[in-house]
């Protein structure tokens, strides 16, 4: 059975369109597990546009389940994540002018750097993910740099605007799943994934976890946090 993590960056967004303190990302985590998740991913990011300092420390102490920190692979990061101690590091790419993350790390251009990386981290006990698109030779640098885990990008397969080009996303991420296998890692999925996209993974009883997020607080909105949450775990929770 495949496990659900909610992402609660935009429960953060929103709270920050205003600048005040409601909704609450920390308190949104809490009911995702009430409802049943079995993760909670946050994304600290450079420019603290969503999630803040604030929120990753009250998030390490309430979470019960595991907390997955999102993060660039820079020095700043790296220390907070060594100083707050997440179950889970995944490593994500990142840019300024970007709405969202556009794509899967570029792990072959930075290889030692990486390795570095994931050294530190594992040193503390925290596993490692990367965050990466269907590419074997970007799936096998994941390995290569010492990663536990690799996230899959399903976000081109999500956007696709005609069922042929989502077939064809769909088969590449089909092959990027075998080469993570091939590779000994343990495998996840996400990015732009929602209650109807997701349905076709239900053949990849491969990967172990799905990281879903805006379409959950999307459908927060309508009908409660706690609905959404559950709705979707009855989705994935037979994959």
């Known amino acids: 059975m495949a496990r659900l993590a909610v992402n609660i960056d935009h429960v953060a967004t ?3 369109a205003r600048g ?14 009430l409802a049943g998740a079995e993760g909670i991913i946050c994304h600290l990011r450079e420019d603290r546009r969503h999630i803040q300092d604030r929120d990753l420390s009250l998030l390490r102490q ?7 920190m999102e993060m660039a692979a820079v020095e700043e990061m790296i220390r907070i994540a060594l100083k707050t101690h997440p179950d889970l590091v995944t490593l994500v790419p990142e840019k300024r002018e970007e709405l969202t993350t556009e794509g899967g790390l570029d792990v072959i251009a930075k290889m030692d750097h990486y390795r570095k990386t994931v050294d530190r ?3 503390a006990g925290i596993l490692v993910s990367f965050f990466v698109d269907a590419d074997p030779d970007q799936i096998r640098a994941a390995h290569e740099c010492g990663g536990d885990i690799v996230e899959i990008h399903t976000g081109h397969y999500a956007d696709a605007s005609n069922e042929d080009d989502a077939s064809r996303l769909f088969g590449r991420i089909k092959g990027g799943v075998e080469s993570a296998q091939e590779n000994g890692l343990r495998i996840s999925a996400g990015h732009g ?6 349905k076709p993974f239900k053949v990849l009883p491969q990967i172990e976890e799905y990281s879903i997020g805006h379409s959950i607080v999307a459908r927060a909105v309508l009908v409660g946090f706690e609905r959404a949450v559950r709705e979707m775990l009855e989705l994935v929770k037979d994959f």
């Open 14 to 16: 929103v709270r920050q």
């Open 20 to 33: 005040i303190d409601e909704p609450d990302p920390v308190l949104a985590a809490g009911l995702a597990e």
């Open 62 to 68: 309430t979470v019960k389940t595991r907390l997955n």
């Open 121 to 123: 981290l594992k040193s």
């Open 193 to 198: 994934l929602n209650y109807v996209n997701v």
